[in-house]
C-alpha cells in the first residue's frame, strides 16, 4: 500500500529509498475505533471507478475537480463528482499515467515513456498535456500544482539521489530545490501552495529524512520542527498549515508514525495506541489514513479539525462490499478523495461528500438527503429506506414544511439539521437496527410512536424531544458536542425511559447550554442508564411533571447542576461529586433519595432558593446546605437519616430567616471545615424562630415532628466538645469536639444520650435560673444547660416541669423506649430533692 505521492511509482523498482518505506508503512495505519466518532459530521460515500477499469485511486481534490490513475491501462484519471464524469488524461505516445494533483483547472502528474518518467501537466484533456521533464534527468514526475507553479521530484543522471524540483509550466523552467549547500543529497517536493513547497530532505537516499519547506528555491529550504521525532515528512499544505507525520524507532527494523499538524506549533494527531499519516489539508481540516494497532492491517481513512479528537473514521460511511479506505486529497468544501478497497479484492477511488448532499434512489446502501422541496408533510405517505441508507434531513428554508417519517427497516444513520424548523419524527414503523441519530441547528427535533435510534446519539445543538413512546441510544447519547458551542437539550414528553448512559459534553464554551428533563405531566420520564456531567447542566421538569434519574449521576468533574421548572426531579441512583460539585434548586422540587457524599467525601453543595423545595429522601453528606428566599429543606421523616454538613446557612432578613429546615424526628451534624467558626449561636437561634411557641411552624429549624407532642419532644442542640461526655460518633457519624450536634429528642434530654436521667437533673439543677437571674450572666442559656422548653435563652420553672415530666423516658421501665410514647413520668426521691433544693434556693435568695 503507499501513500498518494508514490502510488503511481508502485510498478518501478529503480528507487530505494528508507522514505519511500516509511510512507508505505504510514499509509496503513489508523486512529479510530472501528465505527467510531468523536465528531458529528455526516458524509455521503460515492464510488468514482469508471466502469471497466478494475482498480483506481484518487489523490487530490480542488475546485470540484478530482485527479488519480488507474490500473489495467486506462493512466490518469480526472473526475467533476461522479464516476460518470470521468476524463482519461493519458497522452498519446506515454504507455502509463497517474494524476497526483490538481489546481485551478490544472492537473500534474507522470506520464511513462517507456524509457523513464516524465512530469506532465495538464489543463483537463490528454491533448493538453505538456512535458515538464528537464534535459539532464533520467526520471521525474509532479506532485502538486499550485498558481503558476508545478512541484515534484526528478532523479539526476549518473546520481542515486533524488532532487525535489520546481517549474513553471515548461520542462526549461524548472528548479533544483535539493539542498546541495547544505550538503544533503536528497529531497523530495511532495506539495505546493503558492510560493511556497514542502516535503522531504536527507543527507541521502538512506538517511533519516525530514520534514522540510522551501520558498522557490534550495537556499530558501529550512527544517520544520520535529517535535523529538527521529524521521519525519511534509505531504500537505494549504492555508498556512501543514500536515505529515513522525516516526519513532519502534523494535528493530520497524516505526510508530504519527500524523503531524504544523499550525503555528506542531500538533500530533494521533490518540494512543493508534498509528496515522496526514497527507492533505484545506486550511482548515486535515485528511489522512492509518490503522488500530491491534487491527492490523485494515486501513481507515480518517479527517481531523486540528486535534486528535476531532478525528473522524470515514469507514463507518462505506457501504457493504468495502474493507477499509484512505483518504489522499481534501478541497475546499471538505470533499475528501482517496480509495476504498474491496472485498472482492482491489480499490476504487472515492469521495467523501459532507453534509449528505446527493439525493440517490435505488439500490441498498444509498445516501438520502431530505430538505427543501424534497419533503412529505404529516399528512404524506412517509417514506421508507433501505438497511444501509444514511438519511439526512436539511432545514434549508423558512417555508419547509415538519416531516412526518415512517421508516420501517434500518438507516444506518440519520443527520438532522434544522435551525429554521422543527421537525417531527412520528410514524408506526421503528427506526432502529445499527441507526444513530445525530441533531444539529438550534431547531426542534421530536420523536415519536416507535421510532428507536440503538446506535449512538449526538445532540449537538437545538433541542430533542422524546414523544409517545420515542427512544434513543443502543450505546449512548452525548448532549453537546465537543467541539459545538450551540445550546443542546434532551426532553421527555411521555412515560418512558431512557435506558442508555447520558454524557453532558463540555465544549469548553461558557455561554452555552445542556438542559435534561421532561416537558410535561403524562407520566414518569426515567433516565435509567445512568448521566455522566462534564459541563454544567440545567435539570428541568414541568409543573406536576415527575423526573426519576434512577441511574448512576456522575458529578466527578465537580460542575454546577441546576433544576429548573415546577415539577419534581428525584435523584434515585447512587451519586458520585467532585469537588466543587453544586445543586442549584432554583424552583419545583428535588428529591435526594440517595446519598450525594460519605462519611469522608463532602463535595456537594445544596442551596435551594425562592419558592422551591429540597426533600433529603436519605442521609446526606454535604459541603454546605444554604437556604434563601423562602426556600424549603425536608429531612424525610422515618428517624432513620442524618443531615451531615460542613456548613448550614439559612438566610435572614431584619434577623428574621426566610426559609426553612424540616427535621421531622431525624438528627443533623454541622461539621464545621478547618477554621469555621463556631455556628451552635445561630442554630440556637433557628430553632427558637421555628419553634415558634410550640407549634413548629416558623422559618428557621423546626421540626414537623414535634409539633404533634410539643410538650414531649424538641430539637436538642450543642457544640459536642462542651457535653459532660462528648461523643465520638453521633447516630453512627464520627465528629469532633467542634461538631455541632442536633438530635430530635425528649425534652429535658440535655446531654442528646436519648433519654431523660438523673444525669440531665443534675445539669438543670446547676444552670438553674442561668439567662435571667440577677448576678448571673445574660445568658442566652443553651439546650444542654437545661434551656429545654420554650427556647427563649433562660432556665426557670418551665424547663424543671418539662423534664420533670419526661423524666424516666428511653430508660425506664415503662417509660417507653428510645423516642417512644410515654406516660406521666415521676423522678425517683433523690431527683425530687435536687429540683426541690434548686428551687428552695432561689426562693431563699429572692426573698433576700
Known sequence: MFTRKQWSRQERGGIVRSYQLLASLLVLMAVLHGGARTQA??????????????????????????????????????????????????????????????????????????????????????????????????????????????????????????????????????????????????????????????????????????????????????VLPTGGFPITAANGVRGGQIVGSGSEPYGASSYLAHALLWAGNLIDLTPTGFEAVALATNGSQQVGSGIRLDDWPRAHALVWSGSAGSCIDLNYFLPSGYTGSEARGIDEEGRIVGRAFLQSGGYHAVMWVPGAMLLWTGEFGNSWDIGGTNNWSAAGAGRGYDEGDHVTFNDTGANMLPIAITATVNPRSVVVNNSVTNIAFDGVGSIAGRCGLTKNGSGTLTIATQNTYTGETHINAGMVILAAGGALGASAVKLGDTTDSADAALLIAGPFTVDRPITVQDDGSPSSSRTLGGTNTAGTAVFSGGITVAKDLMLTAAPGGDVRLAGALDNSAGRK????????????????????????????????????????IFNLAVSATGASTANLGATQHLARLALAGGAKANLVAGHDKVLVAKALGIEEVGGVPTSLLDLADNDMVVQHAEGASDSTGAIRSWIASGYNGRKWDGNGIVSTSAADNASTYGLGYAQNGTLVNPFTTFDGQPVDSTSILVK?????????????????????????????????????????????AKYDGKIDDNDVTALVLNYGAGWKPGMGGPLGGISAAVPEPATLALLALGGLAVLQRRRR
Open 41 to 222: 459530521t455526516e458524509y455521503t460515500f460515492i464510488d468514482l471507478n469508471p466502469p471497466g477499469v478494475p482498480s483506481s485511486v484518487a489523490n487530490g481534490a480542488s475546485s470540484g475537480q478530482v485527479v488519480g490513475a488507474s490500473e489495467g491501462g486506462f493512466g490518469a484519471l480526472l473526475w467533476s463528482g461522479s464516476a460518470e464524469s470521468v476524463v482519461y488524461l493519458n497522452p498519446s505516445g506515454y504507455t502509463g499515467s497517474g494524476a497526483n494533483g490538481t489546481s485551478g483547472g490544472f492537473q500534474v502528474g507522470w506520464g511513462d515513456t517507456g524509457a523513464g518518467w516524465h512530469a506532465l501537466l495538464w489543463s483537463g484533456s490528454a491533448e493538453s498535456a505538456v512535458d515538464l521533464h528537464p534535459a539532464g534527468y533520467t526520471d521525474s514526475w509532479a506532485n502538486a500544482v499550485s498558481g503558476g507553479t508545478q512541484a515534484g521530484v526528478g532523479h539526476p543522471a549518473g546520481e542515486s539521489n533524488a532532487h525535489a524540483l520546481l517549474w513553471r509550466g515548461t520542462a526549461s523552467s524548472v528548479v533544483d530545490l535539493n539542498p546541495t549547500w547544505l550538503g544533503w543529497g536528497y529531497s523530495e517536493a511532495l506539495a505546493a501552495d503558492g510560493d511556497v513547497q514542502v516535503g522531504v530532505s536527507a543527507t541521502d537516499r538512506y538517511g533519516y529524512v525530514r520534514a522540510v519547506l522551501w520558498s522557490g528555491s534550495a537556499e530558501s529550504m529550512v
Open 561 to 600: 447542576v441546576t433544576k429548573i421548572g415546577d415539577g419534581a426531579v428525584t435523584v434515585a441512583g447512587s451519586q458520585m461529586h467532585g469537588v466543587g460539585a453544586a445543586l442549584v434548586v432554583s424552583g419545583g422540587t428535588v428529591n435526594l433519595d440517595s446519598d450525594a457524599g460519605s462519611s469522608s
Open 744 to 788: 430530635y429528642t425528649y425534652l429535658g434530654d440535655l446531654n442528646l444520650d436519648g433519654k431523660v436521667d438523673d444525669n440531665d437533673v443534675t445539669m438543670l439543677v446547676l444552670n438553674y435560673g442561668t439567662g435571667w437571674k440577677p448576678g448571673r450572666p445574660a445568658g442566652p442559656a443553651y439546650w444542654q444547660d437545661g434551656d429545654v
